[in-house]
């Protein structure tokens, strides 16, 4: 592993890889040491939660981090190329994360540089780190990948976390439901993928009748501005927020997971239920970023 | 000690506690390990001293920072509510400092995250590190806290950190004097606080005549936009510039201290002077800062 | 050596000092410890280039660092003087990396506080560590600094690194050409300062003819913006623009410079060649930025 560009380049074999390092390193079972190393976090776009998460992880293992943030702060101001600023980055640092609006631009940089490059989401298409810290949470809360019902709720046109964890659970032989409005349906290519896969799915505008038979509820936020017709949007968003009442008649070991941030999607009262698993999840991302970044710097570690 | 959030919830003996430590600190007898450490420095308003003095005290202790200005950056800005960026920011960071123009917001962050909350200013309301390197500057300054006249110059209404030191001085047997015009006087809040614990204090408009009492003359700045008449602003303005004309007859021990950053309430002649302490104030702002992280880390250190 | 303003402060033997300390860091020869040293890096002016070297070189020798880039998170916004705010940071780091847009704020700074001040750039002024590296290109490519021949291509008027590197090498015995559109000649008080000095140079439009006699290539950007007619820019643009055909007939050992960021005035058909060293000298600038910071923070440390 050189890069992580898109859960399509890995197989089964280093997802389970990827995640059991990352169990390792949380029971602290393994300590891997990142003295001297460093990594340019480079976010176009803003992004808190991910950018905080790597940055965690840089520094739990002692690393450094270099940030740019924006577009402001950057040579791409005076004109420069994306190509030309990736270099002069890859001069200074060890590595780079990468967040940009543009698909495609990870690879890209993979291209154009000699040291490793993650990324961190590159527009609607892939956001490989979240789907591997989705699929740890789903381990760590299910005891397995494999053979598991999983709903997937709301926008699931524009969602990439949706998009890179569909993806990524295939090799798992899963049970899929997709409840979002119908302009929001997952992309075709990915249903493709899919029936060629042999997983079945189903698609529905709605969670009625399903929740009883689910493990994971993994909800997206729907976007008004995603809406051409507000009437519409106001129609359906109510479908699509979870509430305690939702959840009623699921099973115990249901876990409710999100991307964050939620605006309204999952009702705060959710929070108090053994459900939610939302901000657990945000603090699975530190294991398995550690777990990337150690195994893509060659510094796996030792006990 | 879990959280710092306001003067008011400390007594006495904690406060002494603080500034004992911090001196201890400074002088090189105990050295606080924070390595593997981290704190989140949320700073929804710019402030380039407090924020570098907390990352410079965390830095200096071995620690690490995770660092967030404005709410251009933040997920915020995509509808997310304050305790759920909090929340969440809780599962990377072992303390937040969170610095932000509404009151009463870090006392809401402590109760919505299980890590310390350090208050680095909420609006008009408090600002508790700022009070407590301002009362190590005293004692640093005079040899002790007890039994001092102290006058407040500027404006009193909406400095928080005059509103801190005046709570934080009251358990030390002060003389007050308050030198503002009128209506920017000290909160009657305040006022009755110290009737109540018989602390003796004058409400001045004027350092007429006052000067040879003093051992301490905290100035703090008063804003153009806080008078809606500009004329009265012209008029007043002088009366509240500290140049050394104004401080012939001082005692050699009075110090003139300011939260800076100023602009023209002390003149640069007075930086020459032997009365001016506001720089250094400034530097002690590191030691009580590591003092506090150190012992709201769990991390006290050993010589 | 307490400061670093201006390549005019150095002496030739002090240049040789900072580049054989440079080489001996980047060979692993020397290893210098910056654990617990914090550099404040000020940048009013964007230069993700500068700001990442800088930070990197602290980084890479354990040391840690503050920043503050842009204004708009400063005290300055409050009305703060540049005195008081570089007097206050000067409180929290051990040294300060201060890059402007005014010409000779790195000289006040130097003035007004008391630890190390390293100019990273003041206007059109100077930008030593520029200089600097540039120096421990040309020495890396050509095995020595005296008597090459050297041309500067493009902006010679506004280009500071350019009017930095003329000064550092005069010491060096150099053959000078000058090639620029008359507009944005060299600026006069150089050119004397080289005829004092007894250095041959000459002033050109155009490559035509002299590429066969040079050692270094140094291309600086021609702005659109430093142009009043739009028509003679489009008329010179490409006298100044760096392609294989213009390299045709040089020597094999020539470099190619450029301070970057680039626009099209190197094309990327450049970058294949040989000549090509643009992105190895932003790579130097680490190892010397190391040297610099390490000699003024007094910790030059053993091997």
């Given at each position: 592993m050189n890069n992580l560009i898109?859960?399509?380049?890995?197989?089964r074999a280093e997802i389970e890889s990827i995640l059991d390092f990352a169990a390792r390193i949380e029971q602290g079972d393994v300590r891997p040491d990142l003295t001297g190393k460093l990594a340019a976090l480079l976010f176009a776009e803003p992004s808190t939660r991910t950018h905080f998460s790597f940055d965690t992880a840089m520094k739990r293992m002692g690393g450094q981090t270099l940030s740019m943030s924006g577009t402001s702060s950057t040579s791409l101001q005076k004109g420069e190329s994306l190509a030309d600023t990736l270099k002069t980055i890859s001069m200074y640092a060890d590595l780079i994360v990468l967040r940009s609006a543009v698909e495609g631009s990870a690879r890209f940089a993979s291209e154009v540089v000699d040291i490793p490059v993650i990324n961190a989401g590159d527009g609607a298409n892939q956001h490989p780190t979240q789907a591997l810290l989705d699929l740890y949470s789903i381990i760590k809360t299910q005891?397995?990948?494999?053979?598991l019902s999983i709903a997937l709720v709301g926008d699931?046109?524009?969602?990439r976390t949706a998009h890179s964890l569909v993806q990524a659970l295939s090799e798992f032989s899963p049970r899929f439901f997709f409840i979002s409005p119908q302009h929001l349906a997952l992309p075709s290519y990915l249903l493709e993928d899919l029936r060629e896969a042999g997983v079945p799915y189903q698609e529905l505008t709605s969670l009625d009748g399903i929740v009883p038979d689910l493990d994971i509820m993994y909800v997206t936020r729907v976007q008004?501005?995603?809406?051409?017709?507000p009437e519409e949007y106001e129609r359906v968003k109510n479908s699509y927020v979870i509430t305690p009442a939702v959840l009623?008649?699921?099973?115990?070991t249901l876990r409710v997971l999100h991307p964050?941030?939620?605006?309204?999607?999952?009702?705060?009262?959710?929070?108090?239920?053994?459900?939610?698993y939302y901000f657990q999840q945000a603090a699975n991302g530190v294991p398995v970023r550690q777990a990337i970044l150690a195994k893509l710097l060659g510094t796996e570690g030792t006990k």
């Open positions: 898109s859960m399509r380049d890995l197989k005891g397995r990948l494999d053979g699931l046109k524009f969602g008004r501005e995603r809406f051409v017709d009623e008649g699921a099973q115990p964050l941030p939620r605006v309204n999607e999952v009702s705060t009262a959710v929070d108090r239920t053994t459900h939610a």
